[in-house]
């Protein structure tokens, strides 16, 4: 690689900073809801953050979609972000396993006043898809990587032509290209996702290289 393209640690913390600079800053809702993750919750790195979640926002304003489906909602973050996003009527159903963080969750849909919009489902993803009698404009997977590959499956049975499904982590920091750390399940889950979408002629996608990597499919008309 040539040294201008060259990129050190220190520089790509300089750029994620300037990024999140230059980026439509979170409100005092979401910075909260950040922050209390962080303080009581295990594995806080796990919440989107105000760049995803702008994007987030604006993609859902770009595609006006009327039922998203989100699986994997963790303490809610995404979830806001997407539902402040949508136009009246429309539907966010958010599924977490961890029934923990119900109540956290609940808190912060409450106090955003999001009730209407966000319908959380604590349980099984691949369960409560199935008893979903619904189809969707757009699907968020950010759930369990092991599942990714099944949850793919299940999803784009229940996407609407044209819908788009976004997939988060998708280059699991790195380890998508390195022989070394593939033998675990969750690279595995990751790196099965990828090839089954590439290879799937009913969809086209593209991987934007933001944080861990998101992928966005559009399911073919």
């Known amino acids: 690689m040539s040294n201008h393209n060259h990129i050190t640690g220190n520089q790509n913390i300089d750029l994620e900073n300037y990024i999140e600079t230059h980026t439509s800053q979170e409100d005092e809702l979401l910075y909260h809801l950040r922050r209390q993750t962080h303080?009581?919750?295990?594995?806080?790195?796990?919440?989107?953050?105000?760049?995803?979640?702008?994007?987030?926002?604006?993609?859902?304003?770009?595609?006006?979609?009327?039922?998203?489906?989100?699986?994997?909602?963790?303490?809610?973050?995404?979830?806001?972000?997407?539902?402040?996003?949508l136009n009246q009527g429309a539907v966010i159903h958010t599924i977490e396993r961890?029934?923990?963080?119900?109540?956290?969750?609940?808190?912060?849909?409450?106090?955003?006043?999001?009730?209407?919009?966000?319908?959380?489902?604590?349980?099984?993803?691949?369960?409560?898809?199935?008893?979903?009698?619904?189809?969707?404009?757009?699907?968020?997977?950010?759930?369990?990587?092991?599942?990714?590959?099944?949850?793919?499956?299940?999803?784009?049975?229940?996407?609407?032509p044209g819908g788009f499904i976004l997939a988060d982590n998708i280059l699991w920091n790195g380890k998508v290209v390195d022989p070394q750390a593939q033998n675990d399940s969750y690279t595995q889950g990751i790196l099965t996702f990828n090839k089954l979408v590439k290879e799937d002629p009913r969809t086209e996608q593209v991987i934007l290289p933001m944080r861990d990597g998101l992928m966005m499919i559009r399911v073919k008309e």
């Open 39 to 85: 303080l009581k919750v295990l594995r806080p790195r796990m919440v989107s953050g105000p760049v995803q979640g702008q994007l987030l926002t604006m993609l859902c304003q770009m595609i006006r979609p009327q039922n998203v489906l989100e699986i994997g909602t963790f303490t809610g973050y995404s979830a806001i972000c997407m539902a402040r996003g």
């Open 98 to 160: 961890d029934d923990e963080l119900e109540s956290f969750i609940s808190h912060y849909i409450d106090k955003a006043g999001l009730q209407d919009k966000i319908k959380l489902h604590i349980g099984d993803a691949l369960k409560v898809i199935e008893e979903l009698n619904t189809s969707f404009d757009l699907a968020f997977i950010d759930g369990d990587k092991r599942e990714y590959p099944t949850y793919y499956k299940m999803v784009i049975e229940k996407m609407n």
